[in-house]
């Protein structure tokens, strides 16, 4: 197992490439098997979800080859396989199998899915989904059973805003037979990403990134190639990064309109941001001023920055109250900054965050992928060493982050833990 170092109290400088969007990928990928012949994706991000996705498409009878950051996948001979929980409980978005399978084959057997632990992610919503669709859904012995005679088009009203739900929904939606309205859908750019891949198979879709969703049923679909979108997330926490440490940043990759939330904060506390086609360019000021921030789905403040953001807060100057209104599960990186002397204290669903203060070098862990991103921008800004375990959670979303950060001027890197680290992390 390895850990990551940081060496704190170097500025960042030059620039950094956004890599496609993992919460894409993890959709585009199942949604090939809903196609008859070869389908091309090209940017994926080379991390470790994307990877056991490439082993799942496998094991259900999939050809699947790499070319650095393309994937082909021809999914002409794959079969309705029930996936198990192995490689299933290592990624949340495994659920997007589900929708796909059953579009495909008219049935699925998924073990339940897994993930960073950020609370429950109920997966109600598209169980309903699928039922209205006319799928019979079952739990038994921990895996989800699909069956359906015919699927036919639904009229599907969501009674929580889910991304997840919307793109599962529309996934088995798309080769039923009829007419399909998903009202009160999600309209994160991922929804659009996918309903763009699905449209060049031959899917008829209307609406995606708006609350509703029209989809006309189709009864074949073919391959196609289709380049990804880059990851507004990534791209957000770059964009922390360089207004907690750095002197001059240019983020390229980047669609601007997909951060409008993030950069309007950035802006109120003071940090200087020009936007280009696909560029940001970051200038920050040594003092800023802190900021209330609250989660809501897009277009609102999104909750995986939340995390990295709380970190930018410390260095602020007065009192930012940050609350998430989707996971409130997703404070458990707090414990951690207080241990490298931030001053936060929780209050119900609201971290509220004092500074400035000088965060301290420490040996802290992440307890999922955003905290991880949380504790490696602390450690950027910190007096001295901090010793970041727990670093599988950061490779399932971050593409080769610590290349990146070097590339700026961080001194950030890898060791290998000792015997004695790796039961104290796995006793912790």
């Not at 990134?209 to 289709?226: F, M, N, Q, Y």
């Amino acid at each position: 197992m390895q850990k990551i170092l940081v060496e704190g109290g170097n500025p960042l400088n030059g620039q950094v490439r956004i890599s496609g969007a993992k919460n894409s990928a993890v959709a585009l990928l199942p949604a090939a098997i809903l196609a008859d012949s070869t389908v091309t994706i090209e940017g994926l991000p080379r991390i470790s979800d994307v990877g056991i996705l490439g082993n799942l498409l496998e094991e259900i009878g999939g050809t699947v080859t790499w070319d650095d950051q393309t994937i082909h996948i021809d999914p002409s001979k794959m079969t309705a396989m029930p996936l198990p929980n192995g490689k299933v409980k290592k990624l949340r978005a495994s659920y997007y199998f589900m929708g796909a399978m059953l579009g495909r084959f008219k049935k699925a057997v998924i073990g339940l899915p897994g993930g960073c632990h950020l609370g429950p992610r109920p997966i109600d919503q598209h169980i309903k989904g699928f039922e209205a669709l006319g799928a019979q859904v079952t739990n038994e012995q921990g895996a989800i059973y699909l069956r359906a005679n015919e699927l036919r088009g639904a009229r599907i009203y969501l009674d929580v805003v889910s991304v997840g739900a919307t793109i599962n929904i529309m996934l088995a939606a798309v080769k039923a037979k009829g007419k399909t309205i998903i009202e009160n859908a999600a309209k994160e750019p991922e929804i659009i990403d996918v309903a763009t891949i699905l449209t060049s198979m031959g899917a008829k879709i209307k609406g995606a990134g708006t609350d509703v969703i029209r989809i006309e049923g189709c009864e074949t679909l073919s391959g196609c190639t289709h380049t990804i979108i880059p990851d507004r997330i990534e791209a957000g926490t770059y964009t922390i990064m360089a207004a907690a440490q750095g002197e001059e940043v240019l983020i390229d990759n980047v669609i601007p309109q997909h951060l409008e939330s993030v950069l309007a904060k950035l802006r109120e506390m003071g940090i200087s941001i020009e936007e280009g086609d696909e560029q940001l360019l970051i200038r920050p000021r040594k003092n800023i001023k802190s900021v209330d921030i609250k989660t809501l789905v897009h277009p609102g403040f999104p909750t995986d920055l939340q995390q990295p953001f709380t970190s930018l807060l410390t260095r602020a100057t007065g009192t930012g109250v940050v609350t998430d209104t989707i996971y409130q599960a997703r404070f458990k990186h707090i414990d951690e900054l207080r241990r490298m002397n931030a001053k936060i204290k929780v209050e119900g669903g609201s971290a509220i965050v004092s500074g400035p203060v000088q965060l301290e070098g420490a040996k802290v862990k992440a307890s999922d992928l955003r905290a991880g991103a949380a504790l490696i921008i602390a450690g950027l800004m910190a007096d001295g060493i901090t010793e970041v375990t727990g670093i599988e959670h950061i490779e399932r979303g971050y593409e080769h982050i610590t290349d990146k950060l070097t590339s700026m001027g961080a001194k950030i890197w890898r060791e290998e833990m000792s015997r004695e680290e790796v039961e104290q992390f796995q006793n912790s």
